[in-house]
Every structure is written in C-alpha cells, then in structure tokens.
C-alpha cells in the first residue's frame, strides 16, 4: 500500500464484487481508481500496460454492478521460486473496509497457490493502520522492516503469509546486500555472510571491490572476471574467518567453455595458484559434492553458505551465479539472491530469503556440462563462538 487516501463513508449491505483477470481496456478506469487512491507512488498508464503484457504479473479487478472497477491487485511473481509479492492493492476510499480488499488479497492468493508458490509477501506504511489490521486477519505476520522505500522516503513494513502449510524454517537473519556492478555476485554474497557472522564487518561498495580484486578467478572472454571458490575462501580466510570450502574437482574450473588456447592456459596457471594458496592455507577443503544435508548442518551450526548456482532458472542466462543460503525447511531453500533484476521492476525486497524448492535448487546448484557444485561456508573468527539460528 502506498500514500492512499483515507475516505470512507457508511453504506447499505454491498454485493460481493464480481472478481476477474483485468485487460487491456480496463487501463483508463484503473488510471482513474489510481488518482482517487493515491496521493503518491502511483502507477502510471505504461506501467499498467507493462504489468498486463508481461508473463510475470497478475491484474486482477474488482467490479461492482453499475459502477464498474472499484479495486485491484497487483501480484508479482519471481521466476523459478515459490514466492508471490502484492505489489499493490486499491479500493475506492468509500468502499474501503466493507470486504472488498479481502477479497481481492484472497484472490491473489489463490492465483499465486495455483502458480506454485507457497509464500505471499506485500508492504505497507507504517501509518496506514486499516491495512496492517485486514492484513493481520487475513494471517500476515511483520518479518522486517525496509527504510526509506517510499517517495516520501517513509519506511516500508514487510508482511508474509504461508499460503501453503509447511515446516518451521531452520536459519539465522541474514543482512542483505546487492551487488552493485554486473560481475560482482561473488564478494556481493560473501559480504552477506561475512557480516552475518560478525556485525562489525564492513558491507560497502568499497569493501565489495576490495573482494573482486581478490577473488577474481575467471578469465572472461569479454568484460570483468569472476569469482570461482578459491578466491572467495581466500578473501573469508585472510579476514581471520573460519572457512570451508566444497568444490567437486581439482580441475581448472569454467574451462569448458573457452575454446581460446592461450585464455585456457591463463585460467589453469590463476586456478594452480589459488590451489596453491588453498593447501597452504587454514581452510578445510572437502573435494565432493555439496549436498543438501550438508548445508542444512552448517546452518545448525551457525555458519553461513554462499552457493554458486546456474543462473538459469532465475534468468534464463546461463552462467554462474553466486547466492547466500539463508535458511532451509522440510520443502524449500530460502536464499538471498544479490542481484537485483531492476528491468523486471524488482528491488532488493524480492531477493532476499527467496523460497526455491528443493528440488530445483538442487537442479540449479550444478553447473556445466562438467556438473560442478561447490560452496563456501564462513564460520566465526578463531576465537569466537558459533551462534546457531
């Protein structure tokens, strides 16, 4: 919900709206449901049309006879996960708290558990009491708290529902940081983890570059390299931090692809020298597969696991992608995804403790044809004792 308007009169008994997908010719009276709605943070005509066209939405409407659109939802869905967002919600003011609402958040609801997800999550000021009070009916629970989300630069108050029963979730809160350039994800994630494990470490752009710098593994044909585990183990391990360190090979890694001899020949000396540093290093190596119970363990014990994933599910890019598992349960893998995907109109709150089922997850956690699965998990400083969730 964002600055709407608070009118509301008393009225006769209203018929239960008549509740459908909206379309294209529904976009001038949603235009004028907006302005009477909101006094900011409107949708505009574009985004209207946008949110109705693409494959990753739902508009769904609210009419009433003799008057037409008097509400509508707005759900967005994240690819390749079980989590569903209102985005936004609206209802004539007059007709506000007379059953509308609830009926349009239970119909996005039953969209969304139709689609697969079993997670609704939606914002709301911290002002706008009716709204939070039909929330908590409808069995939302406040999990966080996103300052400055709002034009006005008022806080946002988080709200999520399981809209499919499952087990408690096993995890520790995890502070989210996104990456801010494209080849970023690896020091991105492990700035999450390391500042999980220690609140006093830095989690600035400065401190993400510094990682990069070195951790950087990958010899790309084009543009920045990456981070492979090596160098990101390296980097948790110079800081004074416990690390392991999963890698189901001791070949040079992401060799596959580069059919350049002399680019191969550089990505085999960077990969030795890294192994090198490894062996003479205080890291744990373990030279398997990860696997899931594994990550569930280090959990439980308070350590925090960065995944490297393929990132096609989520984007339907194919390359390597790092996230941060932030906890697990008997049905999903809740991760923190540090790549905010602004095209789809995404911001920060729809990657954190992003639900995945177990199965996919453990689909994405391969990567190649050479099916490489590898991990870093970051443990306390020498010294300081572990915090399970």
Known sequence: MRGSKSSRVAGDVLPAPALRRARLEDVEPLLDLERRCFDS??????????FLKRGHATLQVAELEGRGIVGYVLVLYHKATALARI???AVEPELRGRGVAAALVRFGEDDAERQGCSYMRLEVRPDNTEA???YQRLGYRKFDVWPDYYEDHEAALRFEKRIRELDPQTGAKIPYYAQTTDFTCGPA???????????AQPANRGEELQLWR????????AGHGGCGPHGLALAAARRGFAVTMYVNTEQALFIDGVRNAEKKEIMTLVHEKFEAEVAASRI????CDVTQADLLEHIGSGEVPLVLISSFQLTRSKSPHWVVITAMDSQFVYLHDPEVDVELDKT??????????????????RFGKARLRCAVIVGPREGTPASAG
């Open 41 to 50: 943070d409107r949708l505009s005509r574009r985004s209207f049309v946008h």
């Open 87 to 89: 985005y936004s919600i």
């Open 132 to 134: 939070i009070a039909l």
């Open 189 to 199: 994630a492990l700035l999450m983890a390391l500042r999980a494990v220690d609140a």
């Open 214 to 221: 070195e951790a950087t593994t990958i010899f790309m044909t």
């Open 284 to 287: 744990q190596v373990r030279r």
């Open 348 to 365: 920060a709150l729809d990657h954190m403790n992003v639900p995945v089922q177990r199965d996919a997850f453990d689909r994405m956690s």
